[in-house]
């Protein structure tokens, strides 16, 4: 959290640099206007969002009810195949890299002057941090044993509250799939990159069951909530664009919902 803290700090610096922070404060005022907009999203749902809702609701309570077959089911099938994929997909769920890449594409948007490049990082950024204040939240209320622990998938798994009971959700597939959306639309002009970006995302999660280190609910749950938090970051975060001003000399700034 430290890291992540002193990153944010750094980029919004470059950028008041760099913009003359009129966009940052737009920019970083929009975090707590997309919670906002989270948390009172259920109010202004469709009947179509609430079938969505349930349906995903009901695909996660079907999980938990199996997730004991599913975890014997995987470790009875694993091969070196299965075990290489695996290594290779988690690595796109661990915020070590993916933090510090993010960070490496807002830098390089300001460098080469792409504000598409910097837009893309800015956004994937605020994704990661709500999505997984959120994961952390959750994991903490939820007090869920993983299942290489051997103690059952019950969630509050014990008295009182520890560090170690944090299965729930798999922040791997939190990570993956609060960035993948984000790439997918920025990038939608090129057919391959969609597929791409959530077929990683979508092999991220299964990993995390194929090690035994989440249940399949877990990876369920982490995977809704990155793609939400995406989702949300998208349609309510400003869009840095650069324009003429109104003399030949100056640039304005304009930004989109």
């Not at 997984?132 to 509050?156: C, D, I, W």
């Amino acid at each position: 959290m430290k890291k992540l803290l002193i990153t944010i700090v750094l980029w919004a610096a470059l950028l008041l640099h760099a913009q003359e922070g009129k966009f940052v404060y737009a920019y970083i005022r929009s975090y707590p206007q997309t919670v906002e907009q989270g948390i009172t999203a259920p109010i202004r749902w469709s009947k179509t969002d609430w079938l969505i809702a349930a349906s995903a609701a009901g695909i996660g309570v079907s999980l938990y009810i199996f997730d004991d077959e599913i975890n014997s089911f995987t470790s009875d099938n694993k091969t070196r195949f299965t075990s290489d994929l695996s290594l290779f997909a988690k690595q796109f769920g661990e915020g070590k890299y993916i933090l510090p890449t993010i960070f490496a594409t807002g830098i390089a948007g300001i460098a080469l002057g792409s504000d598409k490049t910097t837009d893309t990082g800015l956004l994937a950024l605020k994704s990661f941090v709500l999505a997984n204040g959120t994961a952390q939240v959750l994991k903490f209320a939820t007090q869920r044993k993983r299942p290489n622990s051997g103690k059952g998938k019950e969630f509050f798994n014990g008295s009182g509250f520890h560090k170690n009971r944090e299965s729930f959700p798999s922040g791997h597939a939190t990570v993956a799939w609060s960035v993948a959306p984000i790439i997918a639309a920025q990038y939608r002009e090129s057919a391959w990159v969609p597929p791409l970006a959530y077929g990683l995302a979508t092999l991220t999660s299964c990993s995390r069951v194929h090690d035994n280190k989440h249940w399949a609910s877990d990876a369920f749950a982490g995977s809704l909530i990155g793609y939400f938090a995406a989702k949300l970051t998208l349609s309510t975060t400003p869009r840095l664009q650069l324009y003429p001003g109104t003399d030949a000399n100056s640039i304005s700034f304009r930004w989109e919902m």
